[in-house]
Antibody, heavy 118, light 107 residues
Framework: EFQLLESGGGLVQPGGSLRLSCVAS????????MAWVRQAPGKGLEWVSA????????RYAESVKGRFTISRDNSKNTLYLQMDSLRVEDTGIYYC???????????WGQGTLVTVSS | DIHMTQSPSTLSASVGDRVTITCRAS??????LAWYQQKPGKAPKVLIY???SPESGVPSRFSGSGSGTEFTLTISSLQPDDFATYYC?????????FGPGTTVDIK
């Protein structure tokens, strides 16, 4: 069974940093593109960032470009999202998901809550 | 960027009703269109991928159709478990974009 488990969320002040992790199991992690999607409280889904499988090419939403960095460690089956210069508007649940060009997002992790507040 | 719209934003329906949600893309997305269901406090779950292919285990009452820039999700006979929010997403080109969502609630 494919499974994704996020961690690393929490409360941080504006301007601060957090690193999210997503551990994958049940599939050959290194062969799949992965992504982060977020959801502000009471709002819809917003695509944040994606990374290729073996090629590790990266993509970012304009709203996070230059502040967030996506990476992966295929030896640990783990996806990361380093979030710097956090803003209040970055608050929300962050989900990791397996998928990419030509592949819908499936599965999704359970999400980890990031709260940016003073 | 490809902009996705959905209509309606909210839909009130009864058990047994046929429900249709429309999704439009601002440009062609070459059939790379998925539908997701999200229930309160839960992660989204894919229902349909590549416009009309059902994900394994998805009830047959869910179907997708469309082409070019206009797509629909149909629930043939609404069940109590189907009251949720539905999102379309294009995964043809980055940045991948989601529609704003359609909430199906009880009439």
């Amino acid at each position: 069974e494919f499974q994704l488990l996020e961690s690393g969320g929490g409360l941080v002040q504006p301007g601060g940093s957090l690193r999210l992790s997503c551990v994958a199991s049940g599939f050959t992690f290194s062969t799949y593109a992965m992504a982060w999607v977020r959801q502000a409280p009471g709002k819809g889904l917003e695509w944040v960032s994606a990374i290729g499988g073996r090629t590790t090419g990266t993509r970012y939403a304009e709203s996070v470009k230059g502040r967030f960095t996506i990476s992966r460690d295929n030896s640990k089956n783990t996806l990361y999202l380093q979030m710097d210069s956090l803003r209040v508007e970055d608050t929300g649940i962050y989900y990791c998901a397996k998928g990419g060009l030509g592949f819908a997002y499936d599965p999704w992790g359970q999400g980890t809550l990031v709260t940016v507040s003073s | 960027d490809i902009h996705m719209t959905q209509s309606p934003s909210t839909l009130s329906a009864s058990v047994g009703d046929r429900v249709t949600i429309t999704c439009r893309a601002s440009q062609s997305i070459n059939s790379w269109l998925a539908w997701y269901q999200q229930k309160p406090g839960k992660a989204p779950k894919v229902l349909i991928y590549k416009v009309s292919s059902p994900e394994s285990g998805v009830p047959s009452r869910f179907s997708g159709s469309g082409s070019g820039t206009e797509f629909t999700l149909t629930i043939s006979s609404l069940q109590p478990d189907d009251f949720a929010t539905y999102y379309c997403q294009q995964y043809d080109s980055y940045p991948f974009t989601f529609g704003p969502g359609t909430t199906v609630d009880i009439k």
